[in-house]
C-alpha cells in the first residue's frame, strides 16, 4: 500500500468506469485544483477503471473486485484500511454503500457521505430492499452528508437524513457542442448492468423500432463487451466509448433513450443534451433534476409498454420541427446548470469540509 499525502480521500469500491466513480473523481480533481489535498482509496481494482487525472490513489487491494471478492476480503481491506487511518485523515468521504462497513474505522467528526442515488432500489425484493435502506440509513446518520441534488436531498429528508449541504453533480462540460451537422443517427441508447438500468427493456426497445420502422439507425454505447452479442448487426456499438467519441456521436443523434427503473440523477441523457440530442426518458426519479420545461413532457410513466415508448420515439423522430425547439433546449439546460455547478466547491468548504 502506497503512502499518500492528501489529508482528505473518497472511497469507492473500485475505480470501475461508473457514472457515480466520474463525479467522484470530478468533484476530488475540483477540490485539488483549489489547493485542498485530496485523493482516493479504491478497495479494490476493476478490469477496466477510470481515469484519474492525477489525483493520488491508494489500493487497498490489487484483486479484480467480484461479489465473492468482496466477501472474502474485506477483514484483508479493512485491515489495510485501518492502517491508512493512523497515517492522519482529517475527512473520509464514504461513497458507496459496499464502503460502509469501514464506517466504523473511522473518527465520527471525520466521516463524509456523498449520496448520488437511493442504492437500497439497486436490489430487487420487497425484503431486501427494506433490509439495505435500514443500513443505509443508519450509515448516514452518523456522520456528514453531502447530497448531489434536490431530487435526492428530498428522499433523504424524506428517510430523516440531515443534509449537511448539496453539491449538485451535473455533466462534463465536454459534453458541450453547438456544432452544427448531419443528424444520420436516429436513436441512440447506453446499455449497462445492473438490473434497475434494464437492459432488457432497451434491448426490446431496439427490436420495436427496428420491426415498425425498417431502416431506422440506432446506437448503442455500453462501458464493456457484456451486451456485444445481444446487439444486432444493423446497429452501431460503441464500447468504452471516450468522451469525444461520444460527443460525436451525440452531435450525430437525434434521440437519445433511457428505460432505466431508477436514477438517482441519471447522467447519460443529460451528457446527450451537451450536444442538443433530444432525451426520452422513464421517469426514473432523478432525471426530472433536468428534463425541465418543454423537456418534461419527454419523462414517460414507468408504466408505460415498451411498444408505447416505441411509438412515442418514432413520433418524436417525425415531427422535426418540435425536435428541434427541444433541442435547442436541450441545449439551453445544459449550459444553464454549468453555470449553477460552478460554486459547488465553495458550498462544499464553506459546510465545514
Known amino acids: 500500500m502506497n503512502r499518500n499525502s492528501g489529508r482528505r480521500f473518497f472511497i469507492t ?46 489500493r487497498l487491494s490489487d484483486t479484480i473486485i467480484s461479489p465473492r471478492v468482496v466477501m472474502t476480503q474485506l477483514p484483508l481491506v479493512a485491515w489495510n484500511f485501518r492502517r491508512l487511518m493512523t497515517q492522519g485523515v482529517t475527512t473520509m468521504v464514504f461513497s458507496h454503500y459496499v464502503t460502509f462497513p469501514l464506517v466504523w474505522l473511522v473518527s465520527l467528526p471525520a466521516r463524509w457521505f456523498f449520496v448520488q442515488d437511493t442504492e437500497w432500489l439497486f436490489v430487487h425484493g420487497a425484503r431486501k430492499q427494506s433490509l439495505l435502506r435500514r443500513f ?21 429528508k424524506n428517510n430523516d437524513v440531515l443534509i449537511e449541504c448539496e453539491v449538485p453533480i451535473w455533466a462534463n462540460p465536454l459534453f458541450f457542442s453547438d456544432r452544427e451537422t448531419t443528424r444520420d443517427i436516429d436513436v441512440a441508447v447506453m446499455l449497462r448492468r445492473g438490473a434497475h438500468k434494464r ?10 423500432l427496428a420491426t415498425h420502422s425498417p431502416g431506422i439507425k440506432i446506437a448503442v454505447i455500453s462501458p464493456d463487451e457484456t451486451y456485444r452479442s445481444a446487439i444486432p448487426g444493423s446497429v452501431r456499438l460503441l464500447e ?14 437525434k434521440v437519445f433513450a433511457l428505460l432505466s427503473d431508477h436514477e438517482g440523477f441519471g447522467l447519460p441523457p443529460l451528457e446527450a443534451m451537451g450536444s442538443g440530442c433530444v432525451p426520452i426518458c422513464r421517469d426514473a426519479g432523478g432525471v426530472n433534476s433536468y428534463m425541465t420545461g418543454d423537456l418534461s413532457g419527454n419523462v414517460i410513466p414507468l408504466e408505460t409498454p415498451v411498444s408505447e415508448i416505441a411509438g412515442i420515439v418514432l413520433q418524436l423522430l417525425r415531427d422535426e420541427d418540435r425536435r428541434c425547439q427541444l433541442s435547442q433546449a436541450a441545449r439551453a439546460i445544459f449550459l444553464r446548470g454549468q453555470d449553477a455547478t460552478a460554486g459547488r466547491v465553495s458550498t462544499l468548504l464553506a459546510a465545514g469540509f
Open 13 to 58: 469500491p473500485s475505480l470501475k468506469i461508473t457514472g457515480g466513480n466520474l463525479e467522484i473523481i470530478r468533484l476530488a480533481r475540483e477540490l485539488s485544483d483549489q489547493g485542498v489535498e485530496t485523493g482516493l482509496i479504491v478497495m479494490w481494482r476493476a478490469s477496466h477503471e477510470a481515469e484519474t487525472g492525477g489525483l493520488p490513489v491508494v
Open 136 to 156: 443505509i440509513i443508519s450509515m448516514l446518520r452518523g456522520g456528514k452528508v453531502i447530497s448531489a441534488n434536490r431530487y435526492l436531498t428530498g428522499q433523504m
Open 199 to 208: 437492459s432488457d427493456l432497451t434491448l426490446s426497445l431496439i427490436d420495436e
Open 240 to 253: 468504452r466509448a471516450s468522451i469525444d467519441e461520444m460527443r460525436s456521436l451525440y452531435e450525430r443523434t
